[in-house]
């Protein structure tokens, strides 16, 4: 199993920025491919970024790309979301997921979840 822990969200001026963490460890994470997710209140959980575990290549969904950037660092066994620009809109949970392919948006293709960490953006 992969086991997934997020952290680094907080309450931010809307045009700041914020970095997610993501903290994975478990037998076969190596395996996934890594995966932002967010869910505002009474909305599904939509598909943020998602990055090759092994490579280099990324996915963005359009709503963030230019602002978002999400890396890697496979020596910490860590993938991180740096959101620049935020806007009110960007107000979430957002999830950290292991799926099988950093082309996957779909939530029901990801695996493993961690609990989620809080992102609001005040303007």
């Known amino acids: 199993q992969v086991q997934l822990v997020e952290s680094g969200g907080g309450l931010v001026q809307a045009g700041g920025s914020l970095r997610l963490s993501c903290a994975a460890s478990g037998r076969t994470f190596s395996s996934y491919a890594m995966g932002w997710f967010r869910q505002a209140p009474g909305k599904e959980r939509d598909f943020v970024a998602a990055?090759?575990?092994?490579?280099?290549?990324?996915n963005y969904a359009d709503s963030v790309k230019g602002r978002f950037t999400i890396s890697r660092d496979n020596a910490k066994n860590t993938v991180y979301l740096q959101m620049n620009s935020l806007k009110p809109e960007d107000t979430a949970v957002y999830y950290c997921a292991a799926g099988p392919s950093y082309r996957s948006r779909m939530e029901k293709e990801y695996a493993y979840w961690g609990q989620g960490t809080q992102v609001t953006v005040s303007s």
């Open positions: 990055i090759l575990w092994s490579g280099s290549n990324t």
